[in-house]
């Protein structure tokens, strides 16, 4: 499958997801914007959300934090979008990942680790879509607006 045909798919289910659950959502008009979605959360908060397609990797659903930004290089979406959704394909499932809970590379635990590890280990079923409101988006939008795009440090 194309790297577009997958990420329509992603896109379009995870509109299909929020508007199933009582959301308003946008599409932007035209290509190049760093979000796919806009999801209405009431007055003027608009919550910016960018469709990754993920994939199993070590009983984990893999996903690209990273933009390729035509000229500029991989950077992160720190100030460009607020949440990650992610659409998994092998379980039809959508997640919606705050951009501060992944580093470069977003990782969610599908099973639970084999020497029983809790800390540090974001669970995707912590990040099911069925647990956001909008009250909750609404703090992830208002954190992710005040938390600046983390310094890279090649020392």
């Known amino acids: ?22 959301f308003e959502v946008a599409v ?14 009431g007055g003027s908060e608009l919550l910016k959300v ?8 070590k009983s984990c659903i893999s996903f690209n934090a990273r933009s390729t930004d035509h000229g500029q ?8 979008a607020h ?14 990942v705050p951009l ?3 580093g470069f590379n977003g990782w969610l635990r599908l099973a639970p680790t084999r020497n029983n590890q809790q ?8 990040y099911e879509i069925d647990r956001w ?4 988006l609404l703090k992830v939008k208002r954190e992710a607006e005040l938390t600046p795009e983390p310094e890279l440090n090649f020392a």
Do not use: H
């Not at 194309?2 to 509109?15: C, D, P, Y």
């Open 73 to 80: 290089g991989r950077r992160a979406y720190f100030g460009l």
């Open 28 to 41: 932007p008009f035209g290509s190049g914007q760093p979000y796919d979605l806009i999801v209405d959360l």
């Open 119 to 126: 800390k540090g280990i974001r669970f995707a079923a912590d």
């Open 100 to 102: 501060g809970a992944v």
């Open 1 to 22: 499958m194309k790297t577009a045909t997958k990420g329509n798919e992603a896109e379009a289910m995870i509109l299909a997801a929020l508007v199933e659950r009582g």
């Open 50 to 57: 960018q469709c990754k397609t993920g994939w199993e990797a």
């Open 133 to 136: 409101s909008a009250e909750r």
């Open 83 to 96: 949440i990650f959704g992610v659409y998994f394909p092998p379980k039809r499932s959508v997640y919606l």
